[in-house]
Nanobody, 122 residues
């Protein structure tokens, strides 16, 4: 059974950094494209960064240059390094696996984690 478990969220001031982790179990992470999504209160879920199976990346425009998605296949873990955080980055962050990337999202997601909260204060 596929399981994804996020960690690393927290509260930081604007301009700070956080690194989120997503531990993958039940299959090999590199078998799928993987993405980070976020959902702020009262808003829909949006994809912010996606990692293709071939290792290439794509980002939602508001995080490009500030966030970096990567993976450690030996640890079967996906990461999201978030720098220069802004209050508008405040949201619950989720990782997901799927077939292919489209912007910062993964298409046909087949598994989701439970989420980790990121709060950025001004």
């Amino acid at each position: 059974q596929v399981q994804l478990a996020e960690s690393g969220g927290g509260s930081v001031q604007a301009g700070g950094s956080l690194r989120l982790s997503c531990a993958v179990s039940g299959y090999t992470a590199s078998s799928y494209s993987m993405a980070w999504f976020r959902q702020a209160p009262g808003k829909g879920r949006e994809g912010v960064a996606c990692l293709w199976r071939d290792g290439s990346t794509s980002y939602e425009i508001s995080v490009k240059g500030r966030f970096t998605i990567s993976s450690d296949n030996a640890k079967n873990t996906l990461y999201l390094q978030m720098n220069s955080l802004k209050p508008e980055d405040t949201a619950m962050y989720y990782c997901a696996t799927g077939e292919y990337c489209s912007g910062g999202s993964v298409m046909s997601p087949n598994a989701w984690g439970q989420g980790t909260q990121v709060t950025v204060s001004s």
